[in-house]
């Protein structure tokens, strides 16, 4: 057996503050336990579903942490690390790959490294987590932005693959080494094994996790070669190290783990007890999964603390960062420039009211507004955009969105007021409702029954595979044929999400004149605020609007609006001096004391080119070509 039998108490949790952390459902707590690792958005601020980072940096509910900060191994943020930001001095930090995966995980996916290590751990680290362009830029938009196991995508798949080999493979050399100790250490003299490496890596994270004045008693108690010298004469006791654990673990993690610490310990002392070499294993992975799990509630806990100073510095650290892309050639701003100068082409249809003061602004945002319609997705977007692709893709699809419930009520309006506009044998069957008047009751409810409709299709293009349901609705909404359904929903299909529709084209300029007096309001309105108060009122609350009824449609529009404004005028302010307002073929495009800055902020991420998700509903980030974002990709579905 590999240890001996000892009975180990839970101790009670010492006194020392509290923390609740977010509600996790089963299958995600389970997913965590296992060990895989999945592939999207990450600390890096990568959110791609293609990335190799192991943890995704999401929005919604998160982590709530309360009581002294001290207990989790971190002091509270101080306001000197974001004031003085870009004159951090250089720090070893592995660099992004390093971080993402040990090159040994890389190279080999039967590795001796566990699934969890410091090394992948550290991306959640607070220089790494400061330093992250993305994640910083992001925070702008989104209140409750933090990470979260990274799961999905192909990558993913094949993380977890891995995962599994590992603790497989683990299960071996246990059955081996319990079999026969002394032959087993004498096949591995020259050469380590999962066991040990397993253990030190334990070590290694728990030393992250406490304060400093408890990091030699880890060290202690987790002597990785006294304890394998224990395990090989079976005089280690390995239920009073669990025990142990237990203590640690619950000193400094968040109560709602506590179940998941028990868990463990159960674990360990049942193998140890069976000699189960499987609930041994199983044990150890849960002990890495609690170990992440902490390590996961205490960077969030971390981004909540720094959210107010990454929001207030935001156009300074950006536009740092940005002059050493430009610098190196890595952002094209020749080509966002000449974007910039086209747009004076553009009709005056938009924005026509922001004072010529602003005259720039202006230009920008009918440039911006521009890039986000449906009809011009195949247009190119510029490099200087490629923080902001997830963003411009939930644009552009609320837009779609928009425009194509104008196409069904605009065909719902034809079958009650105008059916010659509608195919022959539609418009015969229809001839005794003509001008028959339509009730805003009506129109609302067809709405709603087509956004329940949508609702309950999960794949997309929803518009596409809701269509013979939303054509049904509508011809059910008025006394019609319904043999007629076939060639309806023909008419319909015609005209949903096809720029080369006039019907498509009229109501997307519907929809635009109504979207531009919103937009016009609010980008006056954000002009003249700092970057912190532009956060509290565009995401922190609502603008206060003039209207007096509430109408579901209007609001819609204006939350588009807002999203379209806020992200307009934070990306003005951050390129307007480095790209919009200057020729990149006059001038040096960045001071090279400013470049120097900007080598400590690429230190510790990974480069501009693997844009991210983070989307709060949108969940899955896309990246964006380096170059720049073609409209094939922004495109929705």
């Not at 940096?57 to 971190?74: K, L, P």
């Not at 968040?254 to 199983?282: I, T």
């Not at 050493?324 to 924005?351: D, M, R, V």
């Amino acid at each position: 057996m590999l240890g001996k039998s000892a009975a180990g108490g839970h101790p009670r949790r010492e006194s020392g503050g509290s923390m609740a952390t977010s509600n996790e459902c089963p299958g995600e707590k389970a997913k965590e336990k296992q060990g895989d690792r999945g592939a999207t958005k990450t600390v890096d601020g990568t959110q791609d579903a293609g990335s190799d980072q192991d943890h995704i940096q999401d929005a919604g509910v998160h982590n709530e942490f309360s009581g002294n900060d001290e207990r989790f191994g971190h002091k509270a943020p101080r306001r000197d690390l974001i004031q003085n930001l870009n004159h951090m001095p250089s720090t070893p930090m592995a660099d992004a790959s390093s971080a993402r995966l040990d090159p040994r995980q890389q190279s080999n996916p039967c590795s001796l490294d566990p699934p969890v290590t410091k090394a992948t751990l550290s991306e959640l680290d607070v220089p790494r987590i400061v330093l992250n362009p993305k994640l910083r830029h992001d925070i702008n938009f989104d209140p409750d932005l933090h990470f979260r196991p990274n799961l999905e995508g192909e990558k993913g798949r094949r993380k977890a693959q891995r995962a599994a080999k590992f603790w497989t493979t683990l299960r071996t050399e246990l059955r081996l080494f319990m079999g026969d100790p002394i032959k087993f250490e004498a096949e591995h003299a020259d050469r380590d094994w999962r066991l040990p490496v397993t253990l030190r890596a334990v070590e290694e994270i728990l030393e992250t996790l406490v304060p400093p004045e408890d990091r030699s008693s880890v060290g202690e108690i987790l002597n990785v070669p006294l304890l394998m010298q224990q395990f090989a004469k079976g005089v280690a006791d390995l239920e009073d190290l669990a025990a142990w654990l237990s203590r640690t673990l619950k000193m400094h993690c968040a109560p709602m783990r506590d179940d998941w610490v028990n868990e463990m310990v159960s674990q360990l002392g049942a193998g140890n007890q069976n000699q189960d070499v499987s609930m041994l294993v199983q044990g150890l992975q849960t002990l890495l999964g609690v170990l992440e799990a902490m390590k996961l509630d205490v960077a969030n806990h971390q981004i909540r603390c720094l959210r107010s100073l990454l929001v207030q510095d935001t156009i300074e650290f950006e536009q740092t960062y940005f002059m050493k892309k430009i610098a190196f050639g890595k952002i094209n701003i020749s080509f966002a420039h000449s974007w910039f100068q086209s747009a004076n082409g553009l009709p005056e249809h938009a924005l026509t009211h922001i004072g010529q003061s602003q005259r720039d602004l202006r230009t920008f945002f009918r440039g911006f507004s521009h890039i986000l319609l449906p009809s011009r997705a195949a247009e190119l977007i510029p490099d200087t955009f490629t923080f902001d692709g997830e963003r411009i893709i939930k644009a552009r699809s609320d837009i779609l969105d928009a425009i194509n419930m104008e196409v069904c009520m605009s065909l719902f309006r034809d079958l009650k007021m105008n059916p010659s506009a509608l195919p022959c044998p539609i418009r015969s069957s229809l001839a005794s409702q003509m001008n028959s008047t339509i009730s805003s009751h009506q129109e609302d409810t067809l709405r709603s029954s087509i956004v329940a409709i949508l609702a309950d299709i999960p794949v997309e293009p929803q518009w596409q595979e809701g269509l013979p349901a939303i054509a049904l609705q509508i011809l059910r909404s008025m006394p019609a044929n319904l043999s007629d359904l076939p060639e309806f929903e023909r008419e319909l299909q015609s005209h949903l999400s096809n720029p080369s529709s006039p019907l498509f084209l009229s109501c997307e300029a519907a929809i635009l004149g109504q979207l531009y007096p919103l937009l016009e309001k609010l980008v006056a309105c954000y002009s003249p605020l700092s970057t912190t108060k532009l956060f509290e009122i565009s995401v922190l609350a609502r603008v206060a609007t003039d209207d007096a009824e509430p109408d579901a449609s209007v609001d819609v529009l204006k939350e588009m609006a807002r999203r379209i404004a806020h992200m307009g005028i934070l990306h003005w302010r951050v390129w307007a001096p480095l790209a919009y307002l200057v020729n990149p073929d006059a001038a040096e495009p960045c001071e090279q004391d400013l470049v120097g800055d900007a080598e400590d902020i690429d230190a510790g991420m990974d480069s501009v080119d693997n844009p991210a998700i983070l989307d709060t509903e949108m969940g899955r980030r896309q990246s964006g070509k380096k170059g720049s974002l073609s409209g094939s990709i922004l495109a929705k579905g």
